[in-house]
């Protein structure tokens, strides 16, 4: 038999191992299974591809004007031309964004004597959305203690648990929204919160509850504010929605309550719904800490774990956001644009109940009427859902949830008499 020399046999060794390699290769992502669609892109998806010229999409959170179109809002348009006139460099901006972005967005939720009064207690950083606010929190969360548990409302934002749960936070949760009655569990929701223990934390929904629209009102805020005193639970505000509910300032009344009463607060914000910034991803994350010195050191664990996910967040947005808020006539112009864009989602509420009367369905939808923001449950079951689906292209996520803001003038009356079928079958 020839013996192999020993240049052909390492080459030969090193082709056996290379095909092993890439067989390997191969067989790993071939382990992956194929994963459920999203419930909200999922459904959007769905929507663009049925080609019924009916079909009405009452699912992701995007508003709409009285065409079904997601605006571009006119101060936005305006800035991003100043921006492209003025911005002379692309260069990194780091970590943590804008500065000058965090403090205009910091004085939006908690006004400037609130800012003022928490001095260095408070830190706010730009993040990539919402979404990435909430990522950033929970990685924060995450390095502080190792065994909290986050509370979350019973329902909450389908995206709640698999987002802060892909850092590895434990959820369990609180009573919130009952089904039957069309509003909060306010009782049973405080009777859970007082059993909760120091260490825990609480989310809440700062306004416009995703995804049944049902708020706390102030008088329950100021409970909540007890029971946290009293129990020493950390609360973090999911703030998606800001202006959105009955404006601006009102929106926040629970953040600022809050705010002003915890040593600790966390707050993820989003720029999504009220600047319609939706794909511009800009967000930020507040934390109010006990002392200036713990919130120096929560600043250096913030930007560590941004540079350590995303190095830093995209600035379109929140350039965006500095040059309006910056400019006092297209500050006033967004926040024109943002009572028009409230008062259409308040008016399409009170509409919805109308029609669904007139087209002669006996169920009272009036709860609608007193929910807030984008979101409520028609409080239709798991078949009327499909069937609204399959059978009326009318897409709606399947817990129910509605967005309000996508009923128009032409397309209500064949939404309230395919509802009307659904419910007579
Ligand atoms: C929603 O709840 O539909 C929005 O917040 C969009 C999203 O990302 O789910």
Same mark, same amino acid.
Request: aromatic residues 8%; charged residues 20%; hydrophobic residues 45%.
């Given at each position: 038999? *020839?013996?192999?020399?020993?240049?052909?046999?390492?080459? #030969?060794?090193?082709?056996?191992?290379?095909?092993?390699?890439?067989?390997?290769? &191969?067989?790993?992502?071939?382990?992956?299974? #194929?994963?459920?669609?999203?419930?909200?892109?999922?459904?959007?998806?769905?929507?663009?591809?049925?080609?019924?010229?009916?079909?009405?999409?009452?699912?992701?959170?995007?508003?709409?004007?009285?065409?079904?179109?997601?605006?571009?809002?006119?101060?936005?348009?305006?800035?991003?031309?100043?921006?492209?006139?003025?911005? #002379?460099?692309?260069?990194?901006?780091?970590?943590?964004?804008?500065?000058?972005?965090?403090?205009? @967005?910091?004085?939006?939720?908690?006004?400037?004597?609130?800012?003022?009064?928490? $001095? $260095?207690?408070?830190?706010?950083?730009?993040?990539?959305?919402?979404?990435?606010?909430?990522?950033?929190?929970?990685?924060?969360?995450?390095?502080?203690?190792?065994?909290?548990?986050?509370?979350?409302?019973?329902? #909450?934002?389908?995206?709640?648990?698999?987002?802060?749960?892909?850092?590895?936070?434990?959820?369990? !949760?609180?009573? =919130?929204?009952?089904?039957?009655?069309?509003?909060?569990?306010?009782?049973?929701?405080? !009777?859970?919160?007082?059993?909760?223990?120091?260490?825990?934390?609480? %989310?809440?929904?700062?306004?416009?509850?995703?995804?049944?629209?049902?708020? *706390?009102?102030?008088?329950?805020?100021?409970?909540?504010?007890?029971?946290?005193?009293?129990?020493?639970?950390?609360?973090?505000? !999911?703030?998606?929605?800001?202006?959105?509910?009955?404006? %601006?300032?009102?929106?926040? =009344?629970?953040?600022?309550?809050?705010?002003?009463?915890?040593?600790?607060?966390?707050?993820? /914000?989003?720029?999504?719904?009220?600047?319609?910034?939706?794909?511009?991803?800009?967000?930020?994350?507040?934390? &109010?800490?006990?002392?200036?010195?713990?919130?120096?050191?929560?600043?250096?664990?913030?930007?560590?774990?941004?540079?350590?996910? =995303?190095?830093?967040?995209p600035d379109h947005g929140a350039a965006i956001v500095q040059f309006i808020m910056e400019d006092a006539g297209l500050r006033a112009e967004w926040e024109e644009e943002l009572t028009a864009v409230r008062d259409r989602i308040n008016g399409l509420r009170s509409l919805i109940v109308e029609r669904v009367q007139a087209a002669g369905i006996g169920r009272d939808f009036g709860f609608i009427e007193k929910e807030k923001?984008?979101?409520?449950?028609? $409080?239709?079951?798991?078949?009327?859902?499909?069937? %609204?689906?399959?059978?009326? /292209? &009318?897409?709606?996520?399947?817990?129910?949830? @509605?967005?309000?803001?996508? &009923?128009?003038?032409?397309?209500?009356?064949?939404?309230?008499?395919?509802?009307?079928?659904?419910?007579?079958?």
């Amino acid at each position: 038999m *020839l013996e192999l020399q020993p240049a052909s046999r390492a080459a #030969t060794v090193s082709l056996a191992v290379n095909s092993a390699a890439k067989q390997e290769s &191969i067989s790993m992502f071939q382990s992956l299974e #194929t994963l459920p669609a999203d419930p909200i892109l999922g459904l959007s998806a769905a929507f663009r591809a049925d080609a019924n010229p009916n079909k009405i999409d009452l699912g992701m959170g995007v508003y709409r004007d009285a065409s079904g179109i997601t605006p571009v809002m006119s101060a936005v348009k305006k800035a991003e031309a100043g921006i492209l006139e003025a911005q #002379t460099s692309k260069a990194y901006v780091g970590p943590v964004g804008a500065q000058a972005y965090n403090e205009i @967005i910091a004085n939006l939720i908690f006004g400037d004597a609130l800012v003022s009064k928490l $001095g $260095g207690r408070r830190v706010t950083v730009q993040t990539p959305g919402g979404c990435g606010g909430l990522r950033l929190a929970a990685e924060f969360i995450g390095k502080a203690t190792s065994d909290a548990t986050v509370w979350v409302s019973d329902p #909450t934002w389908a995206n709640h648990k698999p987002l802060l749960g892909s850092a590895g936070l434990r959820f369990r !949760d609180y009573p =919130y929204y009952d089904y039957d009655k069309h509003s909060v569990r306010f009782a049973e929701m405080i !009777d859970c919160l007082r059993q909760i223990p120091a260490g825990d934390l609480v %989310l809440l929904h700062g306004c416009c509850h995703n995804p049944s629209g049902a708020d *706390l009102d102030r008088e329950q805020w100021l409970q909540l504010r007890d029971v946290a005193l009293e129990r020493g639970f950390t609360v973090f505000i !999911d703030l998606a929605y800001q202006g959105m509910g009955d404006g %601006l300032e009102p929106d926040v =009344y629970g953040v600022r309550l809050l705010a002003e009463s915890l040593p600790e607060l966390l707050v993820v /914000s989003s720029c999504s719904k009220n600047f319609g910034l939706y794909r511009e991803r800009t967000g930020a994350l507040t934390l &109010i800490c006990d002392s200036p010195a713990a919130a120096t050191v929560a600043t250096t664990q913030l930007a560590a774990a941004a540079r350590a996910n =995303y190095s830093m967040p995209p600035d379109h947005g929140a350039a965006i956001v500095q040059f309006i808020m910056e400019d006092a006539g297209l500050r006033a112009e967004w926040e024109e644009e943002l009572t028009a864009v409230r008062d259409r989602i308040n008016g399409l509420r009170s509409l919805i109940v109308e029609r669904v009367q007139a087209a002669g369905i006996g169920r009272d939808f009036g709860f609608i009427e007193k929910e807030k923001g984008m979101f409520s449950f028609l $409080g239709v079951d798991r078949t009327q859902i499909e069937t %609204l689906i399959n059978d009326y /292209s &009318i897409y709606l996520v399947n817990s129910s949830r @509605i967005n309000v803001a996508s &009923i128009n003038e032409s397309n209500i009356d064949y939404f309230t008499a395919s509802l009307a079928k659904v419910l007579s079958a």
